[in-house]
């Protein structure tokens, strides 16, 4: 292994009583607890995550006073790499909550590449669902794809179920898009340098301008 990439910093967000904090102790400590107790103050935890022999540190926050009016403040969402947009299985009211949720992070948040950040739709307490197939909504995939989620899965914090194929999915996503950022920047750094070799004279020109990408004189 190489050591440590880098920290990714996943933000959870959602009605209140959707499971938040169950899905971040899950996610982090496997724990559960059955007794509910609203968020006051920051909910945070961590997790190493290995990827093609690339170590990343995820850190997971769940901040607390943002239900009111579903609005994702900046100071919560700087530098966030992704999000998790929470759900409630059992309400299906919760789940059109989630696109003003999403809306409002989209508001105050933005990639490294300055597009959006990947959003993962999730809607937890599946295993309160009746349903021996409730892991599997096509209802709830459809509604994440027409509204811009990144992907969308049913869990469950008390069973575990799909809690790390949710997060894998969306640290892959993150990854994904910065490793095509990356490589974009070395095609553009070999542009740079073929452009020297071919015309000297267009050295000063490239110098000067990676001088001042670097905020450099």
């Known amino acids: 292994m190489s050591g440590f990439r880098s ?3 996943i933000i959870v967000i959602g009605t209140s009583g959707t499971g938040k904090t169950s899905f971040v102790n899950k996610w982090t400590k496997n724990i559960f607890s059955d ?7 920051s909910e945070f935890g961590f997790k190493i995550f290995e990827q093609e022999g690339k170590l990343y540190r ?3 926050w769940d901040l607390a006073g943002q239900d009111k009016n579903a609005m994702v403040t900046k100071i919560f969402a700087k530098d966030a790499h992704g999000c998790v947009v929470m759900s409630d299985a059992t309400n299906i009211q919760t789940r059109e909550d989630t696109l003003r949720w999403k809306s409002s992070v989209d508001e105050v948040a933005t990639f490294l590449d300055g597009g959006k950040l990947p959003c993962l739709l999730v809607e937890n307490k599946a295993d309160l669902i009746d349903d021996a197939n409730a892991e599997n909504c096509p209802e709830l995939e459809s509604f994440g794809t027409n509204n811009g989620f990144c992907g969308s899965f049913r ?9 790390n194929e949710a997060m894998n999915y969306l640290i892959k996503n993150i990854i994904q898009r910065m490793e095509a950022m ?3 920047e070395g095609e553009v750094f070999k542009t740079e ?3 020297v070799a071919l015309d000297p004279e ?8 990676r001088k001042q990408k670097d905020g450099c004189c």
């Open 7 to 9: 920290d990714l910093k």
């Open 35 to 41: 007794t509910y107790k609203a968020t006051i103050v």
């Open 58 to 60: 995820i850190q997971l």
């Open 155 to 163: 869990t469950s914090a008390k069973t575990g179920l799909n809690i």
């Open 182 to 184: 990356q490589s974009k």
């Open 193 to 195: 340098r073929n452009v």
């Open 202 to 209: 267009k050295h000063s020109e490239v110098a000067t301008k």
